[in-house]
């Protein structure tokens, strides 16, 4: 039921009520050719646009603005990685691909575990200098032999290894250095 109320104060406050009639009749003939245009305009838009095209709509000022800011740290160890925003491949594997991207960046348990136990940070014995993922798979010499013997050369870029394309011998030589197990 109405509140009768509520509906004298609207009147009392200026507010007006506009009631929407919709009758059936076969001889109003304007309301059936104002129905017949609206048909014709419906047929030409789309009632519903899909979420994948509203949300591409959104995302892609939003993801420029981030690659723009992203462009801009170059001194971020990531960025050297991966210097386009978006989502990596995904690894068939879980294990494979936690590892991976522990890799990229650049925390592992055998080069963080100090944080936890608050101890030194490992450090390399043949060039006094912390371990970092970064060393280990591109700087140490005592690895050279082995990364021209999985990657043919010696001379390498962390984005070599584990950027967009994973590099195909990069496991087995993480798996020869004896580094696989302390990812």
């Not at 798979?137 to 082995?146: A, Q």
Request: hydrophobic share 40%; glycine share 4%.
């Amino acid at each position: 039921m109405y509140n009768t109320r509520h509906y004298e104060w609207t009147l009392q406050q200026g507010f007006r009520y506009r009631v929407l009639l919709a009758t059936k009749s076969r001889r109003n003939h304007r309301q059936r050719a104002s129905g017949q245009r609206g048909k014709v305009f419906d047929d030409h838009l789309p009632l519903a646009v899909p979420l994948s095209d509203m949300k591409r709509v959104i995302m892609h000022p939003i993801f420029k603005i981030w690659q723009e800011s992203w462009s801009q740290q170059l001194d971020n160890k990531l960025h050297s990685v991966k210097p386009v925003i978006g989502a990596w491949p995904v690894m068939p594997m879980r294990r494979t691909d936690v590892k991976l991207t522990r890799l990229r960046i650049g925390h592992t348990r055998f080069t963080h575990r100090h944080l936890l136990f608050g101890e030194r940070a490992p450090e390399c014995p043949s060039c006094n200098v912390s371990y970092t993922v970064h060393h280990i798979l591109i700087d140490c010499p005592v690895f050279n032999h082995h990364r021209i013997t999985f990657f043919h050369k010696s001379v390498l870029t962390l984005s070599d290894l584990v950027g967009e394309s994973l590099h195909q011998n990069l496991f087995a030589f993480i798996k020869k250095i004896g580094f696989l197990y302390l990812i």
